[in-house]
T-cell receptor
Framework: SQTIHQWPATLVQPVGSPLSLECTVE??????LYWYRQAAGRGLQLLFY??????ISSEVPQNLSASRPQDRQFILSSKKLLLSDSGFYLC??????????????FGSGTRLTVV | GDSVTQMEGPVTLSEEAFLTINCTYT??????LFWYVQYPGEGLQLLLK?????DKGSNKGFEATYRKETTSFHLEKGSVQVSDSAVYFC??????????????FGKGTKLSVIP
């Protein structure tokens, strides 16, 4: 069966420090991968998605970047964190065509607090 | 573009009360519709889904019917439990260009069930 792993679960980082959050998927190949952010009391904001290795689409201009160095690995990064980067970050995957109606499978999330 | 509107929360109910969380959508064509649930401190889990008009999704006592004529997908449960306390997200999904499956989420409705 397919599983998605996301780490770390919680992170406290000072302003101006770098960030690297990692997400990996097991049990499937060539997934679509997604990064979402959920600010406190807010809805879900799509940050990046990827349909293949090295292919990244950015939905919102910001202080973050994403990379997909391997088929089932998706990394969210920042060179210098801002206070406004605090939030709950969620990774998700979905299948390609033929998977209609199965939506996304989400990881357990990373709670990032920038201090 | 696609959009999802769900009722503002928070919603507070007594145990065994009837639950309705309204969700309406704007979209062209025939998207799939989903309800996701997020328990405190966790990622999102798929609760139920419907892929075409008049389909009824159901799971764990929750139900929602895909109503194309009213563009709605309201979530209902006949008797809520304290363990149902969570944030509920309505979402619309479709395949976009370049092999990407896009989910559009509502802002979420927080449900609190008191004993």
């Amino acid at each position: 069966s397919q599983t998605i792993h996301q780490w770390p679960a919680t992170l406290v980082q000072p302003v101006g420090s770098p960030l690297s959050l990692e997400c990996t998927v097991e049990g499937t190949s060539n997934p679509n991968l997604y990064w979402y952010r959920q600010a406190a009391g807010r809805g879900l904001q799509l940050l990046f998605y990827s349909v293949g290795i090295g292919q990244i689409s950015s939905e919102v201009p910001q202080n973050l970047s994403a990379s997909r160095p391997q088929d089932r690995q998706f990394i969210l990064s920042s060179k210098k964190l801002l206070l406004s980067d605090s939030g709950f970050y969620l990774c998700a995957w979905s299948g390609k065509t033929g998977d209609r109606g199965y939506g996304y499978t989400f990881g357990s999330g990373t709670r990032l607090t920038v201090v | 573009g696609d959009s999802v509107t769900q009722m503002e929360g928070p919603v507070t109910l007594s145990e065994e009360a009837f639950l309705t969380i309204n969700c309406t959508y704007t979209a062209t064509g025939y998207p799939s519709l989903f309800w996701y649930v997020q328990y405190p401190g966790e990622g999102l889990q798929l609760l139920l889904k419907a892929t075409k008009a008049d389909d009824k999704g159901s799971n764990k006592g929750f139900e929602a019917t895909y109503r194309k004529e009213t563009t709605s997908f309201h979530l209902e449960k006949g008797s809520v439990q304290v363990s149902d306390s969570a944030v509920y997200f309505c979402a619309l999904g479709r395949y976009s260009g370049a092999g990407s499956y896009q989910l559009t989420f509502g802002k979420g409705t927080k449900l609190s069930v008191i004993p």
